[in-house]
């Protein structure tokens, strides 16, 4: 079992930053593939961002270019640098990690482990 708990939300108004954590229980294997999706109200669940067990990373064409995925295997934490913040990013943020070496993806069905979720919310 891994539990993910996820840190660093809050409210921010348009055009400001913010850097969500998600920090693990246990031991992360640096190959396993890690990923930050978002659920805003009467929405399903989007991918955002997600690195790959080989380091390589995705985003979701809404946020390329404003958001980073970064992870520190040594600390044990999977982070999201969130610049240039828009309205339609307010949602809950997840972070969720597979213990396998796959490409990284934005398909929340390959993903096993979830962790709670932290509030975004933008502001005008």
């Known amino acids: 079992q891994c539990q993910l708990q996820e840190f660093g939300g809050g409210s921010v108004q348009a055009g400001g930053s913010l850097r969500l954590s998600c920090a693990a229980s246990?031991?992360?294997?640096?190959?396993?593939?890690m990923a930050w999706f978002r659920q805003a109200p009467g929405e399903g669940r989007e991918g955002v961002a997600a690195?790959?067990?080989?380091?390589?990373?995705i985003y979701s064409d809404g946020v390329k270019g404003r958001f980073t995925i970064s992870k520190d295997n040594a600390e044990r934490t999977l982070y999201l640098q969130m610049n240039s913040l828009k309205l339609e990013d307010t949602a809950i943020y997840y972070c969720?990690?597979?213990?396998?070496?796959?490409?990284?993806?934005?398909?929340?069905?390959?993903?096993?482990?979830w962790g709670q979720g932290t509030q975004v919310t933008v502001s005008s």
């Open positions: 969720a990690l597979v213990p396998s070496n796959i490409r990284p993806s934005l398909v929340p069905s390959e993903y096993n482990y």
């Open positions: 246990r031991y992360i294997d640096s190959r396993w593939a």
């Open positions: 690195i790959g067990g080989d380091g390589s990373t």
